[in-house]
Every structure is written in C-alpha cells, then in structure tokens.
C-alpha cells in the first residue's frame, strides 16, 4: 500500500514538473518568436515525454496543458493570430486551442504504447513525429471548418489562394522547425525515457 501510494505520489510530481516545464516552453516560445520572426517552440517535447511514460491520458492532459497556454496567450493578445480567433468566436477558439494540444498529445502517447513490440528508438522517433503532425494536422483542419471566412481573409491579404496560405501561412516554417526540432530531440528523449525507467 506505501508503495502503490508512493508511486502515486511520484508520477503526480513528475506530472506537475512535466506540465511546468510546458507552460514556461510554451511562453519562451512567444518571446523567441517575437525576436526572430519565426515560431520556434519545444514545448511538445515534455508533452511526447509525458505520454511515453504514462500514457495516453497523461498525454492528453499535457497536451491540454499547452493548449491551455496558447489560449490564455490568445485572450491576452500575446498571439496575434489567436486573438482575432478568440474575438472572432471565443467558444470555438477555446476548443480549437485545448483540443488540438490534448489530442497530439494523446495520439503521441497511443503511438508510442502501439509500437510496444518495437526498439526504444523507433517508437519514440514515431511519438515525437506523431506530435506535431497531429498538432498543426488538427489546427488546419479546424481553421477550414469553423474559420473560413478569417482563413479567407487571412488568405486574402497575403494575396495567395486558401490552399497556399494553409500550406505557407500556417504550416510553413513554424511546422517544419517544430517538427525538425522533434526529430533532432527525439534522440534525447528516449535516454531521458531510458534513464527514469530505470
């Protein structure tokens, strides 16, 4: 029974330091941006660490933990994007935001437990691939199906077509830099996987 409850008591710090680490990630990701012009983030790292070691549900809860974050961004104006979302429609934009981050975490971590029979290597490589593909995947697919008309817009202005500004505007660089990003990290996660398994 000590034992059951001091597991439990580890995974729920481990947890809290997971979800602390997202939120500072996420925010020094808005700072980064601001300079250089370009969306560099790590923040789905813990989030595809998180779900390895619990699982999906941690996984989820994490990536809702981002979303969480890009929402409060978005309501106090620090996300530009996210904010004309928010005042174009709160609710959708509260859903889109938490959805989006608890889903590619969950997808991360269910991958991950999927391809149990495979090495270490290959099923984190596929969890912190998974991540941001589901991320901007899910992002997309909600702009086209409750924001078309700021889509249009958006589209409008940069004077491209809807399907080049999905493919520039919002997945573009930020997309390819986040998802680089996990793949070069990837490496880092599975030792740090394998050193808290031990």
Not at 38 to 59: H, R, S
Not at 104 to 128: H, P
Request: glycine share 10%; aromatic share 8%; net charge positive.
């Amino acid at each position: 029974m000590a034992m059951n409850t001091q597991a439990k008591t580890r995974k729920m710090v481990q947890m809290a330091l997971l979800a602390a680490i997202v939120v500072v990630l996420q925010l020094l990701s808005y700072t980064i941006s601001a300079h250089l012009q370009v969306g560099l983030t790590l923040v789905l790292i813990p989030v595809v660490l998180g779900g390895a070691l619990f699982g999906p549900k941690e996984g989820a809860i994490l990536g809702g933990a981002f979303g969480a974050v890009v929402l409060i961004c978005s309501i106090a104006g620090v996300d530009a994007g996210g904010s004309i979302l928010w005042n174009v429609n709160p609710f959708l934009t509260a859903v889109v935001c938490i959805f989006k981050g608890a889903v590619a975490g969950f997808a991360s971590a269910l991958v991950y437990r999927a391809l149990s029979k495979a090495n270490d290597f290959v099923r984190t490589m596929a969890a912190a691939v998974v991540c941001p593909v589901v991320n901007t995947g899910l992002f997309c697919l909600c702009m086209v199906l409750f924001f078309t008309d700021t889509l249009s817009a958006w589209a409008l202005a940069d004077g491209t077509s809807v399907l080049t500004y999905i493919m520039v505007g919002l997945v573009g660089i930020n997309f390819l830099i986040e998802f680089g990003l996990n793949l070069v990290l990837g490496p880092a996660i599975k030792t740090i996987l394998t050193e808290i398994k031990k």
